[in-house]
Each structure stands twice: as structure tokens, then as C-alpha cells.
């Protein structure tokens, strides 16, 4: 999947490239505008390396030499792990759906608990002294797990669930229920992912901030977002809805780079 590379001259004119967004979670527009605030393409961390520990579907482990990595590891700048692009680990004091459980392993013979290496879906199993965080994806949808204790990596275990009272206990129980959908039926059920209802003002409020980035002029922007034949005829028009729908998109964006950003991930 291509990448969108955040300092691109021209890229920002093609519409599919944003579009590709538009099934992606919140967690996902949060890194699309945490790492345009960053100003360049954020380099992966320098002593990480990673593994394949099954091929169809694929099963990485990435293993990081230190507690703590920041507030998020981007999965979306690691070109070299197909299928993964755009998808992002997060803390879970910082993404309130990352799902808190203790992996205790399960009794021989009884059949049941979670097996890791059974799942039908790509997984990352990112591994640091702290513990590990497990992301399930499907396309554009994604669980994630982080494990206080034990291992997902040893064979069949249970998994005990830390779902605390608070304001984020919704977030996490969502997640709880994709996690348990996901092994009675096997797949992502699309009642529990319903698409983001904001995710095309983003995707054009993203748009115009790389043209403006890039150079372009608001009237540039318009022409690609409506199309210049409508922008030939109406820029100049008696009404000015063209340059106003412009100008806040910008400011959309200048306020999810600004920080907004850290709302989506609540």
C-alpha cells in the first residue's frame, strides 16, 4: 500500500491517495496529523528489529531494546512489512480502545483460550522490556492489545481482561467485544467497525494542508478538491463559498496538527 509521503510536491493532487484513508480508525487520521506536525517523515527507531514468524497470513514480531518507546510505535514507515501501512501502535494511556490483558497460559488438553499462531488475520507482535502489543488487522480495520504480563508467543493462553471504570471504559469494552467476535466468527463483523462520519472532511482538510505545504494556492486547492472547470466559472462569482469551503479545510487541519490531534485517540 502506498505510503503518503507528508513532504510530497505533488502527491497532495491525487484524490486517491487520501481517499485510501476513508476505512481507517481514529488512531490512524491521529498519526496522519501527528506526523505532519513533526514537519518530515519520522525515522523508525534505530534498535528495533523484526521477524517473520508465519508467512499466510503474515505474523511479525518486532522486538524494541528499551521500556518505553514514546506514545507510539508507526507501523506506517515500515515499507517493508507488506499489509501493515497506515496502522499505528499506540500507548494505552494514550489510545483509549488499546485493550489492557495478562496472558496466562492455558491448560493442556482443554482446547480452548487465544493461540496466536491460529489466527487467520495479519498480527504484529511488537515485544520491549514492558511487555508486548499485539495489532490484528483486516484492510483498514485493526485491534489492539497491549499485554501487561506473559506472552502471546508461547502457544495457547487465556487472556485476562483489565477493563477499568473511568470515561475510556466504553472505548476499551468495544474493543473487547471486536477481540471476542473476531475468535467465535473469525473476521472482523462490520457492525462493530461503522465508518468514521467525519473521515472525508479529514481526508479533504488533509489534502489541502499538503497543497498549501507544497505551494498551492487556495484557488489551486479549490480547483482540485471541486474541479476546475466549477472553480473557472464560480472563484470569481458572486458568492464566495468556493474560497470559504477553502479556508476551512485549512483550518481543520491547522487545528488537528496543532494538537488536535490527541482528541482522536480518546
Known sequence: MTIIRADAASAWRDRARYDRLLGYDRATWAWEWLRRSLGREPVMLRRTSWTMRRAMPPLYVLSVKRRRFGPLLPLAVLDDVAGFAGHVFWCGDQHA?????????????????????ALRHPAVVLRHRGGEHLLIA???????????????????????????????????????RRLTALCRLGRFPATLFPPERRARRWALA?????????????????????????????????????RTHVKRLLRTADMLVGGGWKHLLR
Open 97 to 117: 480502545p488499546v485493550l489492557a490483558v495478562d496472558a496466562v497460559p492455558a491448560p493442556h488438553g482443554t482446547g480452548d483460550g487465544f493461540h496466536l499462531h
Open 138 to 176: 483486516e484492510g483498514p480495520r485493526c485491534i489492539r492489545i497491549a499485554v501487561r504480563s506473559g506472552t502471546l508467543l508461547a502457544g495457547p493462553v487465556r487472556l485476562v481482561y483489565h477493563v477499568p471504570d473511568g470515561i475510556d471504559v466504553e472505548a476499551k469494552l468495544l474493543t473487547l
Open 206 to 242: 488533509l489534502q489541502a494542508w499538503d497543497g498549501r505545504q507544497a505551494g498551492a494556492s487556495h484557488r489551486d486547492i479549490a480547483a482540485v478538491i471541486h474541479g476546475e472547470r466549477l472553480v473557472r466559472r464560480d472563484w470569481l462569482g458572486a458568492s464566495d463559498y468556493l
